[in-house]
């Protein structure tokens, strides 16, 4: 069974872009949470959504969106990119939310310049 | 606020020997544990979970222990090898009934052959 995948890996903008980034669960895997990875603040959590719907939201700001479709596949949106911005962004999936085991995908470097 | 603690940042052992790394979580409402592998360029990977009804659980080399009481939770790594050499996470699954996980630091585990 092919793992979660995320694309692009890796992806260079400037500040006051925007970006978006997709993720692909699991086959099966209804529940997709997004992850903020930096060596200064480490893993943190961003959203998770389960049918299409944001179950928990990160204290993050409203910079940052997300959405998930029908197939289950997900997308996060960053507008309007600050140089803090620069992170590992990784995706997890699981069968449902709350207890599940997550797996995570490769992740997707930005760079912001 | 919820938060989880990991000790130590870093880790060196001989080949061979044990290594332990600890965390303590701030929510008695976690319950659901899980420890994560990150070796460099990858997302993390899972290496074993343990939920809130079981104090102890081993598959071959990992164990992982739990303390509800103490909320203290353990990774015991034994006849370490050259190969488990990476970062390692902890995580905590959020108070609320969602797949929200709050990681700790990490830990950088060298094994030295």
């Known amino acids: 069974k092919a793992g979660v995948t995320q694309t692009p890996r890796y992806l260079i903008k400037t500040r006051g872009q925007q970006v978006t980034l997709s993720c692909s669960p699991i086959?099966?895997?209804?529940?997709v949470s997004w992850y903020q990875q930096t060596p200064g603040q480490g893993l943190q959590f961003l959203f998770e959504y389960f049918s299409e719907t944001q179950r928990n939201k990160g204290n993050f700001p409203g910079r940052f969106s997300g959405r998930q479709f029908s197939n289950s596949r997900s997308e996060m949106n960053v507008s309007t990119l600050e140089l803090g911005d620069s992170a590992l962004y990784l995706c997890?999936?699981?069968?449902?939310?709350?207890?599940?085991?997550?797996?995570f995908g490769p992740g997707t470097r930005l760079l912001v310049l | 606020g919820e938060n989880v603690e990991q000790h130590p940042s870093t880790l060196s052992v001989q080949e061979g020997d044990s290594a332990v790394i600890k965390c303590t979580y701030s929510d008695s409402a976690s319950n659901y544990f899980p420890w994560y592998k990150q070796e460099l360029g990858k997302g993390p990977q899972l290496i074993i979970d343990i939920r809130s009804n079981v104090g102890e659980k081993k598959d071959q080399r990992i164990a992982v222990t739990l303390n509800k009481t103490a909320k203290h939770f353990s990774l015991h790594i034994t006849e370490t090898q050259p190969e488990d050499s990476a970062v390692y996470f902890c995580a905590a699954s959020g108070s609320s009934n969602t797949g929200k996980l709050i990681f700790g630091q990490g830990t950088t585990l060298q094994v030295k052959p």
């Open positions: 086959s099966g895997h209804r529940s």
């Open positions: 997890a999936s699981s069968l449902a939310p709350a207890q599940e085991t997550q797996y």
